[in-house]
C-alpha cells in the first residue's frame, strides 16, 4: 500500500509539471494574439461562437468557401442522430445565424436547404428556454415544410452534455441530437485548417489570414474545453509507461466521490451561513413537471444523482427561503445548480401548500397576475446578471461573483479545484452568501405596496 502511494505521488507530480508546462505554452500563444479574446468574453454563446460557426458555415460567406459547409455535414451532422439517414452530399444551404422564427423563437445557427434543415442550439452558459427544441423543429416541418425526417435538430455543449426536458418540451428523443465544442467542433475546425493548406480543394485563393484565424478559433476552443493536444500527447505517452495507467485508473475511481463531497459539504455550509443570518433556507427540487413545482428533498440523493452519467440531466435542485407575500402568492429567493450556481426570485399560491409524504409543494404562480412585481423585479441590479430567464419574477437569474462549475471538471476549472479544499470553500461561500442576503434586503423592498 505505502508503495502504491509513493508511486501515485510521483505520477502526480509528473503529470503537474507536464500541465504547468502546457498551460504556460497554451498562455503564450493566446496572449501573443488572438482576436477572439481581445474582443469578446471567451463564452458568449451568441456574439462570439454562434457568429464564427455562422461564419464558416455560409457558403457565401467572406471566405467564399462551400467546402467548410459540407465539412460541418460530414463531420458533425451525420451521425449526430442516432438512426438517422445522413444528408446527401453536394447540397447546399443556406445559413445564418439569430434565425427569427415568429413565436417559436430565434434560432442560433440553422442551415436551411430545399429538402434539409439543420437546427443548432448553442448553449454555454445560458439556460434552456421553455420547449426550445420543440418549438425549432415545428418551425422547421410546419414553417418550412420540411420532410420531419429531414430535419435535424442538434444541441451543441461544451462536453456534449443533454438539454433538460425543460427546453426539450415533447420532441421525442429521436428527433435531435447531441454535440459539443470539445469532440465534434474541434473535429471539424482541424478538418478546416487541413483543408485551407490543401490548395487543391478550395475554390479560389484562400485570404492569408483564413487558416490563422480558425486556428485561433480553434485553440480558444481548446482552452475552453480543457484539450490541450500536446498535453494529451505527452500524458498518453507517460502513461503507457509500466505501471503508469494502473495507478492512475485506480486513483480516478475516487474522483466522483470528491466532487459528490465537494458538492455536498458546499450545500451545507450556505444552508448554515444563511441561519447565522437568520434565513432559513430549505433543500428543495424542481417537481416532475419541472419547473412547476418546488419539493423538499435530501441532499445525498440529488447531488448522487447530479454526478451520474445519463441521457437526461436531473431536474436542477437547490436551497429556497420565502422572503415574503405579495398578492396571494408567497415570494421565495431560491438558489439554484445547473452547471453553476444561479440565484432568483420565484412565487407559490398560498392556498396550494400542503403536506405529504414528499414534504411540502409549492406550485407555481403562473396563474397570478404578478406584472407589477415583475416589472419592479426587473430593475432589481446585482453585478453579475446572468441570460433572461422567463420562469424567475423578473425574468432575471443572478450569479455568484466567482463563478464555480460543478459539472464539467478541467484544468482551467480553478475555482472547483479551490472549493475542495475547506479553507477557500469557506471563504467562497461567506462571499457568495452575503451577496446574496444583500440582494434578498433589496428584493423585500418591492414587495411593499
Known sequence: MKQDFERLEEIVKKVSELSEKHAGNEASELKAFNLFTILRDSREEVALHSRFISELLNANGSHKQPIFQKLFIEHVVNGAIEGREPIPENLSFDCKYEHGVGDDGRIDISLKGSDYAVVIENKIDAADQKRQLERYYKACTKTWGINPDNVH?????LDGDDVSDYGLGDLSSDNYGTISYKEDILKWLGACIEHC???EHCTEKLPSHLRENIIQYKNLVGKLTGVSEGLMKDLSGFLKEAGNFKAVYDASKALNKVQIDTQLSMWKEMQASFLRENYNFSFVRRGPKFFETLEFASFE???KK??????????TYGL???????????????VEIYHQVYFGLCASLLD???DDEKGRLFKSAESVDLKELSERASKLVYPFDSSPVKRFIG???FRPKEQVNFKEI???????FKLIEEKSRKEWIEETCEGIIEFIVEAKKILQP
Open 153 to 157: 435538430v442538434l444541441y451543441l455543449t
Open 197 to 199: 493548406t490543401e490548395d
Open 301 to 303: 440523493e440529488e447531488v
Open 306 to 315: 447530479y454526478y451520474k452519467k445519463r441521457k437526461k440531466p436531473g431536474v
Open 320 to 334: 429556497e427561503c420565502e422572503i415574503g407575500q405579495y398578492s396571494g402568492c408567497q415570494i421565495h429567493l431560491y
Open 352 to 354: 396550494d401548500e400542503k
Open 395 to 397: 425574468g432575471k437569474l
Open 410 to 416: 478541467k484544468a482551467d476549472n480553478t475555482h472547483f
